[in-house]
């Protein structure tokens, strides 16, 4: 590893805290946009990190130290992802120590944490915040790893550089598997951000939520930390998706010039993105809780769909 | 003496001595605890002892031996190899820590006198050694049997109690049935040459279905004492009934002595795998790791939950052998290697943290006497010590990074992953349908572990008398330590302890994995870096890192300040114990789920009900489908021979006289 690759992955990362607020805040503008509503600022996503860093922390009586630890760990995986996701370059040297199923595996670990230090002041709500969580997540996750097992399968690596290197050099090839396994990706991407039809960010209505039911014990800078964790999930999601189904744009190779220039292209997809996660969100209606598994069941079939069609018909 | 002048059998068979000497001590003085507890202390050390001569042997040629015990013209043939090797270093360093934590654990006045639980225990550690360096089928059979017996002796330790005699008898009679099938499938194995050493039957070359014969007898025998669907019905009993540092032996090791067993019967002694039998392990491996954790979800007993996440990993280590299977039939040995190693890796990781997490139950059922999750909960506030290193148990069994359950999940994905076309098509098809399966079961093992750490350690207490819970003693401290660092250092270090398994690799199917000369011990990369690569380090480095740098920056750039306060809830007022998840309302979801998968008996309680209950029974459609039906068939034939009981003796005589007759008519 040299001190360029050092530094650029730093850079990576750093842009990715950067514009994970961003891409929430573009999101909820462009919601309240589609509504009819007068858009919040673009940039209400940091004031309020910054906010709730400057505030005092306020913590329950009986919470445990697992409680104040699992913001920092949900980060720190979070921030992890963000260095092994390919969102503006593909040869960085924090790549080859995780593979796809290491990132599931992380995302898996933010989870468990969050989960944990849900349960740990025992109260209805986080109780059964993380267990819907975790219901939710057991479903998503195999059917993510699906989605990343056909495109693995397409490119004969798991490392997501060489999926994305593969991708990009064939702009030609229409891949039917890939068709499948996009829209399984969408799909879970919805569920596991939190997102309408299977939770409701903007919530707090207290039979719907998954996800603020977690979290509602928390304050200041544990709060700001899970909030900004999201953001970054949420970005790291949107990079998976544009790295494995629109990847042309992203720098080949580790330089600091392309990468430079590969910011513009990405920003330019998030927004397209972004746009469109809140029409389908603004389209469609939550689902009742026992209907997710219909749903992601539909998207986990769909996922072993493009996988089976990508061996029937080698491609 | 082995040809290079250390003596590994010399060693194994003066452990062996040495346990077997430590269980007679125990014998003479049973009352006296302080003492026992130091021969338990001894037996730890003698466990280390046995970790050192396996981790030598591991790196030499087999050697073997023959010892002028046994019967007349019947001596024990003993021999250690790779894959003994690594299995009695298994066994040894799971039972080290075991050992340390029992000499902490048992009291007096608890059922079995303390004294002859120490010679049941260090006779079944005997049995086990014996077995996995047995050379013959006699001396295999002899071990397999004490095994079987010690640990009967040791599950009923609580013999007053009723259900653990029932949960005891269950035991003993999957084992004689297993242990039946195992005696078969040596009789098959041997090929009518009436040679019964291990030498003799790798030397025969079966034809016809024999082959398959004794290798399904032997998953049918070997899956009996695993836990295999359909014969794992006794671990859920016997698990809750045994002594917490006994379930973490029987589960931790005893379990894999049976996967020791099915690799040398299917990759030593038989030799040539067919493509078909991978297929039906696979399935079979598949099924009982669903199943098992499934089961785990809806479980409200701890101990009960971790029985049936011992089915759940046993399926997933024998989905690793069919696949190694698959892949040695098709002639594909660096993919059989790496499912076989994906397999070694589990087995291992296993030892380590499912006992862990029993004797972090036993902990908590001393401090508190109560193993019902509904009645548990916010012990990380009164046992700390056990709550941490249970928290790396469980993040370890859920599969997550940078622990060491996720490497062997990993490299089984990989096997999975990187099938290339196989000659039968629709296996093909089938190994990524296989995968998604198995990515399920890891999935809802995750769910299963929340579930278990979070009624248990988290939360509030849910009844009163858990003020007064207390944390583990010293002794028991340090076995849970030492064995939370075991599953850290698997977790960060898989190159190196690949490095051992690559010797059973060779052994076994003549491939490593690792590439000769494979320098970069951080990088994990069993195919190509191109292709995959994990290095658990660094990963869990950054994660440390970042963790550290944002505590710090958040300290500097803003403050630390932090304060006390009721919990908030959403603002509701009224908040008791009472209103957290219980272990049923945890696992609701999974109930719903997977309902076809359940016997359920549901009592709901009408709107209108002064007093509510409501009751749910959830039990396994095993029982009720495979093992009533024998019961009762078994009963009605007894019946039916017991209309020529209590006759006269003339009745006898004549009954006799028949069969005599009918022998010599058919067996001339």
């Known amino acids: 590893m040299t001190l360029t690759g050092l530094l650029l992955q730093i850079l990576q990362v750093a842009i990715a805290l950067a514009l994970a607020p961003l891409l929430v805040g573009w999101v909820n503008q462009c919601r309240a946009s589609l509504a009819n509503k007068r858009p919040p600022s673009i940039l209400l996503p940091y004031r309020t990190i910054h906010k709730l860093f400057v505030k005092d922390a306020v913590v329950a009586e009986n919470a445990s130290p697992m409680f104040r630890l699992a913001p920092y760990v949900v ?12 969102s503006l370059a593909t040869d960085v040297p924090f790549a080859s120590a995780a593979d796809a199923i ?28 993380a267990r819907r969580e975790m219901f939710i997540g057991f479903l998503a996750e195999p059917a993510l790893l699906m989605v990343l097992f056909t495109a693995s399968l397409i490119s004969g690596s798991t490392s997501l550089p060489t999926i994305v290197d593969t991708l990009a050099h064939r702009e030609l090839a229409i891949y039917p598997s890939l068709a499948f396994a996009g829209v399984a990706f969408t799909m879970i991407s919805l569920a596991e951000n939190a997102r309408i039809p299977i939770d409701n960010p903007a919530t707090h209505l207290e039979l719907t939520m998954i996800h603020e039911a977690m979290i509602l014990e928390y304050s200041a800078r544990h709060l700001a930390l899970l909030e900004w964790a999201s953001a970054l999930k949420l970005f790291n999601y949107s990079c998976i998706g544009i790295a494995l189904f629109v990847p042309f744009g992203i720098a080949e190779g580790a330089s600091g010039l392309g990468m430079l220039a590969a910011v513009p292209a990405l920003i330019a997809k998030l927004a397209v993105g972004g746009a469109a996660l809140a029409l389908i969100e603004t389209v469609s209606a939550k689902l009742r809780l026992f209907r997710a598994p219909e749903f992601l069941g539909a998207a986990f079939l769909l996922a072993v769909l493009g996988m089976l069609v990508n061996l029937l018909l080698g491609s | 003496m082995g040809p290079n002048g250390f003596g590994a059998l010399e060693g194994v068979a003066a452990v062996v001595a040495t346990w077997m000497a430590i269980g007679v001590l125990g014998l003479l003085r049973p009352r006296d605890l302080r003492f026992v507890r130091a021969l338990f202390v001894g037996g730890a050390a003698t466990a280390l002892a046995l970790v050192a001569i396996a981790l030598v042997a591991l790196w030499q040629p087999a050697q073997s031996t023959t010892l002028p015990l046994g019967l007349p013209d019947l001596p024990f043939h003993l021999r250690i190899d790779a894959l003994s090797a690594l299995f009695l270093a298994m066994l040894g360093c799971a039972n080290a820590p075991i050992s340390l934590y029992s000499s902490g654990y048992f009291r007096a006045g608890e059922g079995t006198a303390p004294g002859l639980i120490c010679f049941q225990y260090h006779a079944f550690l005997a049995a086990m050694a014996m077995v996995l360096v047995a050379d013959d089928a006699y001396l295999f059979m002899v071990a397999w049997e004490s095994m079987a017996l010690a640990s009967f002796f040791l599950v009923t330790t609580d013999h007053r109690i009723p259900e653990i005699r029932r949960a005891g008898f269950l035991y003993l009679l999957i084992a004689h049935v297993g242990a039946t099938a195992i005696l078969l499938c040596f009789g098959v194995l041997q090929g009518g040459r009436g040679d019964y050493t291990f030498s003799g039957m790798r030397s025969v070359a079966l034809a016809g279905a024999w082959p398959s014969a004794g290798f399904f ?226 999935a809802v093992a995750a769910y299963v572990m929340v579930k278990f750490y979070g009624v248990i350690f988290l939360g509030r207490p849910r009844e009163s008398s858990l003020a007064n819970a207390h944390d583990a003693g010293r002794r028991e401290r340090a076995a849970l330590v030492v064995l939370a660092l075991g599953c850290l250092f698997l977790g960060l270090f898989p190159v190196n302890v690949i490095g051992g398994i690559d010797r059973v690799n060779a052994l076994l199917i003549a491939t490593t994995v690792l590439p000769a000369g494979h320098s970069n011990w951080l990088l994990l990369a069993p195919i ?41 809830d959403c603002g509701y007022p009224l908040q ?93």
């Open chain 2, 528 to 568: 190509a870096t191109g292709r995959s690569s994990y290095m658990p380090l660094i990963v869990f480095a950054v994660i440390i890192a970042v963790v550290l740098i944002t505590i710090v920056a958040i300290r500097r750039v803003w403050h630390g300040r932090l304060r006390r306060a009721n919990a908030w």
């Open chain 1, 102 to 129: 290491a990132l599931v595996g992380l995302f898996a670990l933010a989870r468990v944490f969050i989960a944990l230090a849900a349960m740990d002041i025992g109260t209805s709500f986080g109780s059964l915040g």
């Open chain 2, 217 to 442: 007898l032997a998953l049918f025998g070997f899956g009996a004492k695993a836990g295999l669907l359909p014969l794992h019905v006794w671990l859920p009993e016997a698990h809750p009934a045994a002594p917490s540092p006994v379930s973490a032996l029987m589960s931790g090791v005893m379990l894999k002595t049976a996967i020791y067993g099915l690799l040398r019967v299917t990759f030593d002694l038989l030799h040539l795998q067919l493509w078909w039998w991978g297929v039906i392990a696979l399935t079979l491996g598949l099924l009982t790791a669903l199943f098992g954790v499934v089961f785990a979800a809806v479980q409200t007993d701890m101990k009960r939950l971790l029985a049936y996440s011992s089915i759940e990993n046993i399926g997933v280590i024998v989905a690793a052998i069919g696949l190694a299977i698959l892949f040695q039939a098709n002639a594909k040995p660096l993919l059989a290697g790496i499912a076989l190693t994906a397999a070694l890796y589990h087995a291992l990781n296993h030892a380590f943290m499912k006992s862990l997490l029993f004797l972090a139950t036993g902990s908590v059922l001393h401090a508190t006497r109560e193993r019902s999750l509904g009645k548990l909960g916010g012990l990380i506030h009164k046992m700390p010590w056990v709550a941490a290193c249970a928290l790396v148990g469980t993040l370890a069994i859920a599969g997550l990074p940078p622990l060491n359950g996720f490497v062997s999940e990993w490299l089984l994905l990989q096997a999975f992953l990187f099938t290339p076309s196989l000659p039968q098509s629709f296996v093909t098809m089938l190994v990524p349908l296989a995968a998604a399966a198995l990515v399920l079961a890891v």
């Open chain 1, 75 to 86: 980060f720190g995986a979070m921030c992890c992802a963000s260095a092994i996701v390919p």
């Open chain 2, 576 to 668: 008791t114990a009472r209103m957290q998840d219980t272990a049923e309302g945890f696992g609701q979801p999974i109930r719903q789920v997977f309902e076809p998968f359940f016997r359920m008996q549901r009592h709901l309680p009408s709107p209108f009900d002064e007093r509510p209950r409501y009751e749910v029974r959830v039990s396994d459609p095993f029982w009720e489908g495979i093992y009533v039906p024998i019961a009762r068939g078994a009963e009605r034939i007894a019946s039916v021979a017991g209309l020529i009981q209590h006759r006269r003796i003339g009745v006898y005589l004549t009954v006799s006289f028949l069969t005599l007759i009918a022998l010599l008519f058919f067996g001339r």
